[in-house]
């Protein structure tokens, strides 16, 4: 059964860290590419972070340029996403979510069409 699990998630101030994994498992391609995705409350979704299959690609949208890390641990089956220096607006579910390739191309990482798989979420409240 295809799986992904999201977990890491929590409360915490302005300027801390915290670090999201997402689990893989029951794939028929071993090493898809995966990224993160975020939904603030009445906004729409947008992509954060991506990782093609061996991490030799990786993507991040503009306002988490510098702050986030995404990383990934095949042995484990498991992606990372390591956020810093957390702001309010940072606020929402994430989403890990699967494509059925082992990359995506150009600007096609934020299109949450191209992903086939998704994780339940993990909620992130960077807050005071």
């Known amino acids: 059964q295809l799986q992904l699990v999201e977990s890491g998630g929590g409360l915490v101030q302005p300027g801390g860290s915290l670090r999201l994994s997402c689990a893989a498992s029951?794939?028929?391609?071993?090493?898809?590419?995966i990224a993160w995705f975020r939904q603030a409350p009445g906004k729409e979704r947008e992509g954060v972070s991506y990782?093609?299959?061996?991490?030799?690609?990786?993507n991040y949208a503009d306002s988490v340029k510098g702050r986030f890390t995404i990383s990934r641990d095949n042995f484990k089956n498991t992606v990372y996403l390591q956020m810093n220096s957390l702001k309010p607006e940072d606020t929402g579910v994430y989403y890990c979510?699967?494509?059925?390739?082992?990359?995506?191309?150009?600007?096609?990482?934020?299109?949450?069409?191209?992903?086939?798989?998704w994780g339940q979420g993990t909620q992130v409240t960077v807050s005071s």
């Open positions: 029951g794939f028929t391609l071993d090493y898809p590419a």
């Open positions: 979510a699967a494509a059925s390739t082992p990359s995506l191309y150009g600007s096609s990482w934020y299109n949450g069409a191209f992903y086939a798989y």
């Open positions: 990782i093609s299959s061996f991490g030799g690609s990786t």
